[in-house]
Every structure is written in structure tokens, then in C-alpha cells.
């Protein structure tokens, strides 16, 4: 059956501050993290940012990767804002890791909720907690992520800012943070989808392309 995807925002922050440093007491700012190991990342988009630190791959839980910080086996862990926060955990967030600086995954932090395209009255329902930004951002960032035929485990990030006019930046990097990628495109809020997709071009022509045949 035919689906039809509606997308909802639950708390505004959550959506723009995916990536927060998470911490012992040492440390009051990622900023004098930076530099000290080991540091724990936990997808390739966030390794590759983390080139001056010592990077471990974190595994497991939140609780467990919390767990790590507390014992003194890592200094710092990436985490997203939205998911600790929804866990009733937004005191352990020391620093937001915020676009345009740091691009988290696209579409991170938002909620899609699924329903049958025929069933009137659930789409009745559900058409009152769609987000018409949040929509417009995701559809913008993941059309970024299907042009590059990208997946959770490459480094891309994207995410669309508002202020100013809707803007959405991109990212692709090597895995060892050696080579950077970055672009902008303002986008058309009546068509987020070919605003991503000009963005991918336009990313993939500048270099990016010779990154990713690479991974």
C-alpha cells in the first residue's frame, strides 16, 4: 500500500543541536576537550571532524556510552542532543555542537510518523502535527543524501537553517578529515527537494565526488 509521510517537530532545539559533547567534570566546553584522548565518535561524519583527537568507535547504548565517560575511559562522546534530552538526560549535554559549524546527519532529530495515503481519517488526524518547516528541511537534506547516494555510514551531513532565509548546508569528508567539502544553497520552500539536490551537484562537482569513490 501506497504510504504517506508527515513529519513532526516536537521541541525546536532538539532538531538544530543533534551532536552535544557529553563529559566527566574536567572538562566545561568541547573546546578544551579539543586536543586530549581519547574522545569517543560513533558514525564516520564525526570522525572525520575529530582529526586532533585520539577517535575510539563508541558502542553500545546511551547508558553504556555514559557509562564510559563516568569511568574515566574517554574524556568526551558525541552524542544527539535530541535523543538525551528525550530520556529526561539534557543535564549531561555540556556543549552544542551547532550548524553550520557541525552538519549532523540528515533529517537528524526529527519524527516521521507513517500512515496508509487512502485512510482519510488517520490522515485527518495526523495533518495536525505536521511541521511545515521541519518538513521542508528534512525533504531539502535528505534529497542532499539520496543525490549522493549516501547512507548512514558515509560522512555527509547536512542540515537547513533558518534566520536570514532558509539556507542549507552540506558537508562531505574523508573519513580521515583530510579532505573537506563544504557548500551552501538558499532554498526554494516550494521545492526543498530540488534545492537539495542543486546543493548535491554542486557538492559532488567540487570534490566531493572523489571522496566518495574512495569509501
Known amino acids: ?36 584522548a581519547p574522545h569517543h565518535c ?49 543535564n549531561r549535554i555540556v556543549s552544542l555542537l551547532d550548524p553550520p559549524d557541525w552538519l549532523g546527519a540528515p533529517g537528524q532529530g526529527a519524527i516521521a510518523v507513517q500512515a496508509r495515503a487512502h485512510d482519510a481519517s488517520m490522515m485527518a488526524i495526523l495533518s495536525q502535527l505536521d511541521h511545515t518547516a521541519t518538513r521542508a528541511a528534512v525533504t531539502a537534506e535528505r534529497a ?3 543525490a549522493l547516494e549516501g547512507g548512514c555510514q558515509v560522512p555527509i551531513g547536512a542540515a537547513m537553517c533558518a534566520g536570514g532565509g532558509a539556507e542549507l548546508h552540506g558537508i562531505i569528508a574523508s573519513v580521515d578529515g583530510t579532505r573537506v567539502v563544504r557548500g551552501s544553497i538558499h532554498v526554494d520552500l516550494d521545492a526543498p527537494a530540488r534545492s537539495g539536490r542543486a546543493l548535491a551537484a554542486r557538492l559532488h562537482a567540487d570534490g566531493g565526488m572523489e571522496i566518495l569513490a574512495e569509501l
Open 1 to 36: 500500500a501506497a504510504l504517506a509521510l508527515l513529519v513532526v517537530l516536537i521541541i525546536r532545539v532538539m532538531r538544530w543541536s543533534p551532536h552535544p559533547v557529553s563529559r566527566r567534570g574536567r572538562y566545561a566546553t568541547f573546546r578544551m576537550v579539543h586536543g586530549l
Open 144 to 146: 542532499l543524501l539520496a
Open 42 to 90: 560513533d558514525v564516520a561524519r564525526n570522525f572525520a571532524r575529530c582529526v586532533l583527537l585520539e577517535v575510539l568507535e563508541l558502542r553500545g547504548n546511551v547508558g553504556t556510552r555514559l557509562r564510559k565517560i563516568d569511568e574515566g575511559q574517554v574524556d568526551a562522546a558525541l552524542l544527539a542532543a535530541a535523543g538525551l534530552r528525550r530520556l529526561g538526560l539534557g
